[in-house]
């Protein structure tokens, strides 16, 4: 297997394949964060589905971040590694289905004829673009177009969609396919974007699936479901159920220009003090490694996760520890944060690891070159979700009882300062940040709407999306394809 790390900015340098967008803006990250609640050290809670707001979390004791610094702190941060055992369980699959692969897609990129790194639509390789948003209560995912602001599509994330309570989603590096993880059903779902990578299961030479906000199909009847996996071995409750998630971008193959054997990357528990990272097959989602993670201190799944463009996937130990794992050798490596509130998380296009810290916590960074942790002074608030841009922005949601309340914390990445905080007129829970292939900053609210942002003239639409959104990760794709090919 060839490395990402050694071919992939080789192989973009000589062919030109993406651009930067239409606007010359590059894309990038959201992904994952902590939930309403109470949280002592080494305990975190999350919500039940339903709720229409959230109450504030807090800390005690050790790991929580100062409120405020007048200057950048550094901490040099102690590694572990661990031995790994991985098993080739694959874990049953409600679907045997394994869906047309990337480079078999009848989409509307999979032209083999002239020069198949022609850039494309100039959005990144992207033919379209979708923000992916979990409707925890209901089970569900909806599929909104990022230029239209409409939800062209809404699905049925599990079999017992009620009993889902589905969270996190995370898009592919192209934007073709989403899947979304349930935490209290305990399974992973992949859909398809474009009829053109939906399966015609019953044969009848029509692709059945949702056309509108509305309409929502019976399970197993939208044939832009390609598969839903169990994960394994089951988690142990509730709060042992899936949560960090986050696709990886796989080998890129030349010849198509496209990338084969995506790997999607999940974190649950199996008892109180024991995690398991879980790569999953993106074509098949049989789950053929399982990484078991000793000692795990929060007693709750890993939070987040994001792949970086260097071969490594990223979860975090909620409030505790950073954990690196890389995609080839399944080498472990944790860095245990002094000071640092791990909580809302996403990777840049250098590979830094950003953080969204709640409880008044300052934004933090791990400088992945010198493997020290740093965070932004005067930035605190009640963090969660966060993307970076191509710009070096990041954009983290805040909700109320921090230092300036419900809203968007904008932050330069490059200067480690604090730029401006983002107020909304209606802003409820902001949860989960995803920036577009166009490089325009969605901030999805528990609420019931989600807003887009122009990074530039700070230009707000609200956009209407039915329910309640507990959601986090990367749930555009821009952020993936911006730590693989950042601007």
């Keep these: ?289 399982t990484i078991p993670l000793d000692n795990w201190t929060s007693q709750i799944s890993p939070y987040g996760a994001a792949a970086d463009g260097n071969g490594y996937v990223w979860f975090i130990n909620v409030y505790q520890e950073l954990v690196r794992i890389d995609t080839e050798t399944l080498e472990v490596k944790r860095y245990p944060g002094e000071g640092i509130q791990f909580y809302g998380m996403t990777v840049d296009g250098k590979g830094n690891v950003w953080f969204g810290p709640y409880n008044n916590g300052n934004v933090a960074m791990f400088d992945a070159q010198t493997e020290t942790f740093h965070q932004v002074p005067n930035s605190a608030e009640n963090h969660r979700g966060l993307a970076v841009d191509g710009n070096g922005m990041a954009w983290v949601a805040a909700n109320a009882g921090g230092t300036h309340g419900c809203g968007l914390n904008q932050i330069d990445t490059n200067t480690m300062t604090a730029v401006q905080f983002h107020t909304f007129e209606q802003c409820s829970t902001p949860v989960g940040v995803s920036i577009d292939v166009d490089g325009f900053v969605w901030m999805v609210d528990y609420g019931g709407w989600a807003y887009r942002i122009d990074p530039e003239t700070y230009a707000k639409q609200q956009v209407l999306i039915a329910g309640d959104h507990y959601t986090y990760s990367d749930m555009t794709g821009g952020g993936l394809f911006n730590a693989v090919m950042p601007g």
């Excluded at 993406?18 to 894309?27: K, L, M, P, Q, S």
């Excluded at 509307?108 to 992207?126: A, E, I, K, L, Q």
């Excluded at 030349?254 to 008892?271: F, I, R």
């Design 1 to 289: 297997m060839v490395s990402t790390r050694r071919s992939v900015g080789c192989i973009f340098a000589v062919l030109g394949l993406f651009g930067c967008g239409d606007d010359g803006r590059a894309t990038a990250s959201a992904t994952a964060g902590q939930s309403e609640g109470t949280a002592t050290p080494g305990t975190a809670t999350e919500p039940t589905s339903g709720t229409g707001s959230a109450t504030q979390a807090t800390t005690e004791g050790p790991g929580t971040a100062s409120n405020s610094a007048s200057e950048a702190t550094t901490t040099s941060a102690p590694t572990t590694t661990q031995d790994v055992t991985i098993t080739g369980t694959t874990g049953p699959t409600t679907s045997t289905s394994t869906g047309p692969d990337l480079t078999t897609s009848t989409g509307p990129d999979t032209t083999t004829t002239g020069d198949p790194c022609g850039g494309g639509s100039g959005r990144g390789g992207f033919d379209f673009s979708y923000l992916w948003v979990a409707n925890t209560s209901q089970g569900s995912i909806s599929k909104v177009n990022t230029t239209t602001s409409i939800e062209e599509g809404r699905y049925y994330a599990d079999p017992n969609p009620a009993g889902a309570d589905s969270s996190r989603t995370s898009v592919n590096i192209d934007g073709h396919f989403v899947v979304v993880s349930n935490r209290a059903s305990y399974s992973v779902t992949k859909f398809a974007a474009d009829k053109g990578d939906c399966v015609d299961k019953n044969g009848d030479g029509v692709i059945t699936t949702s056309a509108n906000k509305d309409d929502l199909l019976p399970w197993g009847s939208d044939e832009c479901m390609l598969w839903n996996t169990p994960v394994s071995p089951a988690p142990f409750g509730y709060n042992g159920g899936p949560r960090g998630t986050a696709w990886a971008p796989g080998e890129f193959n030349p010849a198509t220009c496209k990338y084969d054997d995506q790997k999607v990357w999940v974190g649950w528990l199996d008892a109180p003090t024991h995690a398991i990272i879980g790569r999953f097959d993106g074509v098949t989602g049989v789950q053929d490694a």
